[in-house]
């Protein structure tokens, strides 16, 4: 097969179906965009939970003088119980699953609260005494909270056993649901595409379908006359990920990077992670012209 001849019939096709073949980039690019973005949400996902669970804590909430719980009928909880609690915390049974823990008063209850409230109308309000006194437990296995909380929740003088775990699955079931929409909207816009680059081929080989015709009747394999249509396919969807692989990283250096992490706590992914994805999305965006284009011109194209 002569690749000269080749690439100038790919290179004649682009020209004459330029706009189409700007659409293809364009919805290529988007989709895979997506893609990419995807990809990293599910990596940002999978680096905050090993972040934070391993983190998360086990708040033993004691009575105040104001709690309603049932176990707090007798108000505050003395320092009688407080001591029961903490010779529970340190027992034979609960201290092989925790690993440290402390106790929170109720003025560093309130130094905390007003230090994370500043400036809103609760951190006028808010009094010390109204704050729970809270033991603090980091465990040494965060998933075997159930543990310590079915040895400590009917004790006197505590109002709750709460994992933080539970609040965390809640941020991630909806940063996962924000991940899913993405994918699914990327596999929307993929098949836009995969149509499209298929519409593409089929509209350039009924404008040469003469040249075809020609090219038949002097000897031209189906594979020599089926090539150049699969390129440009391909050349088209190279573009258009490439272009959605620097969206990616763009997105990651500039936003996540240069916006998100001077405001928030959170570990990120970096351009790094961006860099590991580009050479997915230009694999995707390859295989998906060229099968597109391949099975276009295979079905549709009558040599």
């Not at 680096?47 to 049932?70: E, F």
């Not at 823990?101 to 130094?111: G, I, K, L, S």
Request: aromatic fraction near 10%; glycine fraction near 6%; charged fraction near 15%.
């Amino acid at each position: 097969m002569r690749f000269g001849l080749v690439l100038a019939e790919a290179g004649n096709g682009l020209r004459r179906n330029i706009t189409m073949v700007i659409s293809v980039v364009l919805v290529t690019f988007i989709s895979l965009t997506f893609v990419g973005t995807a990809a990293l949400l599910q990596l940002q996902i999978a680096q905050m939970k090993n972040y934070w669970y391993d983190r998360a804590q086990v708040a033993v909430y004691l009575c105040t003088s104001v709690s309603t719980a049932p176990g707090c009928l007798d108000g505050e909880a003395t320092p009688e119980q407080k001591a029961a609690i903490e010779a529970q915390l340190t027992s034979d049974t609960l201290s092989p699953f925790i690993d440290e823990f402390y106790f929170e008063d109720h003025q560093q209850a309130y130094e905390n609260f007003q230090t994370q409230f500043e400036g809103t109308p609760a951190a006028d309000y808010v009094t010390p005494e109204v704050l729970n006194e809270t033991f603090w437990v980091n465990l040494v296995d965060p998933s075997r909270s159930d543990v310590l909380v079915e040895s400590l929740q009917g004790l006197a003088g505590v109002e709750q056993v709460q994992d933080q775990r539970r609040y965390l699955d809640q941020i991630f079931d909806v940063l996962n649901a924000a991940s899913y929409t993405a994918i699914a909207v990327a596999a929307i816009m993929l098949v836009a595409a995969a149509l499209l680059i298929a519409t593409t081929i089929r509209l350039s080989a009924f404008s040469r379908r003469r040249e075809l015709g020609i090219m038949r009747l002097v000897g031209a394999s189906n594979r020599f006359i089926q090539t150049p249509f699969v390129l440009e396919g391909v050349f088209a969807g190279l573009i258009g990920s490439i272009l959605a692989g620097g969206a990616v990283v763009g997105i990651v250096h500039f936003f996540v990077q240069g916006y998100l992490s001077e405001r928030l706590s959170f570990t990120f992914v970096d351009v790094g992670d961006a860099l590991l994805v580009v050479p997915l999305l230009i694999v995707v965006g390859v295989l998906l012209a060229a099968v597109s284009a391949g099975i276009a011109i295979t079905r549709y194209l009558r040599v």
